[in-house]
């Protein structure tokens, strides 16, 4: 069964500057999907951004980037210009693309402080 | 994506009782998802919904517990049956379109006393 691990229980960042959040998982599949998502006090699951395990260009959305690495089973997410509003939850997920396996397994979470 | 509405966004229930949460896609979809978020954890999956078949539970999560609904491609239902306080959760709902990215409700927040 495929396992995501997140190391970092707890980050915390100096609004404007940048913050690496990391995730490794484990699978025997070549084909997946990976994700980080954010969840605010308001608990809605919002998702930052999306990985093609196919795609060797590392997934980017606006401030938020990614560095895949495939053969590391590494999925660490940046931040750049922290703002007040990135504080949150921050989930990294593995999604299987085997038709018969769409769900979604996560991390335990990392929790992102951002100081002002 | 789809936008999904959920109800009730919290509640507070008498142990032994059961709790109703619904969901509402905007859209048709194939698979639902039920997850639980217990206090300061991750999500776990409790159950996917497929319409028209009975939904398959993951290890330690049964139907006598968790009975499902998925009447239609837009609607699921979840039961939270006979609480005790070890049910007192953040439960959500979710589903996937065209392999782009998983939407979630806004999640249940039960509180059993």
């Known amino acids: 069964a495929q396992t995501v691990t997140q190391s970092q229980p707890e980050m915390s960042v100096q609004e404007a500057e940048t913050v690496t959040l990391s995730c490794t998982y484990d699978t025997s599949e070549s084909d997946y999907y990976l994700f980080w998502y954010k969840q605010p006090p308001s608990r809605q699951m919002i998702l930052v951004i999306r990985q093609e395990a196919y795609k060797q260009q590392n997934a980017t959305e606006n401030r938020f980037s990614v560095n895949f690495q495939k053969a590391a089973k590494s999925f660490s997410l940046k931040i750049s210009d922290s703002q007040l509003g990135d504080a949150a939850m921050y989930f990294c997920?593995?999604?299987?693309?085997?038709?018969?396996?769409?769900?979604?397994?996560f991390g335990k979470g990392t929790k992102l402080t951002v100081n002002p | 994506s789809a936008v999904i509405s959920q109800k009730p966004s919290r509640d507070i229930c008498q142990r032994g009782t059961s709790l109703t949460i619904q969901c509402q896609v905007d859209?048709?979809?194939?698979?639902m998802f039920w997850y639980r978020q217990q206090p300061g954890q991750s999500l776990t999956l409790i159950a996917t919904a497929n319409q028209g078949s009975e939904a398959t539970y993951e290890s330690g999560f049964v139907i006598d517990k968790f009975p499902i609904s998925r009447p239609n491609l837009t609607f699921s239902t979840l039961t939270v049956s006979n609480m005790s306080p070890e049910d007192s959760s953040i439960y959500l709902c979710s589903t996937d379109r065209a392999n782009y990215g998983y939407t979630f409700g806004s999640g249940t927040r039960l509180t059993v006393v």
């Open positions: 859209s048709q979809v194939t698979m």
């Open positions: 997920a593995y999604r299987s693309a085997d038709g018969g396996s769409e769900k979604l397994v």
